[in-house]
């Protein structure tokens, strides 16, 4: 049974960095393309980035240049830098993998 957990959401100001993380049991994430996506208020899920299984990264244009994506193999667990984040960033943050697997999300509100 696939489980993904994420967890390091929370508030920060405009401009400031939250590393978010992406725990998985029941699934090689080295193996497995594995995706961050958000959902902001009453708007759609947006899909942000993801890690290849050989490493191969791709970002959303709307955060290319502040977030990076990175996977630790030993800790079977992926995640999130983001930095220079906007208020546009709060949402809900969370990881997937095919063919739909999810995890229960983690908030993360940008204000001042």
């Known amino acids: 049974q696939v489980q993904l957990a994420e967890s390091g959401g929370g508030l920060v100001q405009p401009g400031g960095s939250l590393r978010l993380s992406c725990a998985a049991s029941?699934?090689?994430?080295?193996?497995?393309?594995m995706h961050w996506y958000r959902q902001a208020p009453g708007k759609t899920r947006e899909w942000v980035a993801l890690i290849g299984g050989g490493g191969y990264t791709n970002y959303a244009g709307s955060v290319k240049g502040r977030f990076t994506i990175s996977r630790d193999n030993a800790k079977n667990t992926v995640y999130l830098q983001m930095n220079s984040l906007k208020p546009e960033d709060t949402a809900v943050y969370y990881c997937?993998?095919?063919?739909?697997?999810w995890g229960q999300g983690t908030q993360v509100i940008v204000s001042s």
């Open positions: 029941g699934i090689i994430l080295g193996l497995n393309t």
């Open positions: 997937n993998t095919a063919p739909d697997h």
